[in-house]
Nanobody
Framework: EVQLVESGGGTVQAGGSLTLSCAPL????????IGWFRQAPGKEREGVSC????????AYGDSVKGRFAITNANAKGTVYMQMDNLKPEDTAEYYC?????????????????????????RGKGTLITVSS
């Protein structure tokens, strides 16, 4: 089982920035696909960003493209998501998730696929509130 710990949530004004981090408890990420998801009250889960050490893919949800960036600091065993130009509609609980599977025939598509389907492990989440 993979345990994930998020940090960096909070409240920010519209137009501001935040950085979320995701670290595996007691280990360093390697051969993982890591993603960020969010869910606002009354709304469905949304895939936000993803990075994969397994197939090298990276993907973003349409609503955050150009504003959010996910990076993988393997040496530190942590994945970061930089969020710029935050909007009130970005308000949600954000959680990181991990997938350790290999998907034959889908090399290069892991992130695009898993942002839609979800991943095996997830953290407890952290709340982000963007005020107008």
């Amino acid at each position: 089982e993979v345990q994930l710990v998020e940090s960096g949530g909070g409240t920010v004004q519209a137009g501001g920035s935040l950085t979320l981090s995701c670290a595996p408890l007691g280990r360093i990420f390697g051969n993982y696909t890591i993603g960020w998801f969010r869910q606002a009250p009354g709304k469905e889960r949304e895939g936000v960003s993803c990075i994969s050490d397994i197939d090298g893919s990276r993907a973003y949800g349409d609503s955050v493209k150009g504003r959010f960036a996910i990076t993988n600091a393997n040496a530190k065993g942590t994945v970061y998501m930089q969020m710029d130009n935050l909007k009130p509609e970005d308000t949600a609980e954000y959680y990181c998730a991990a997938d350790t599977n290999f998907y034959p025939g889908r090399y290069g598509e892991y992130c695009q696929m898993l942002l839609s389907h979800g991943m095996d492990y997830r953290g407890k989440g952290t709340l982000i509130t963007v005020s107008s």
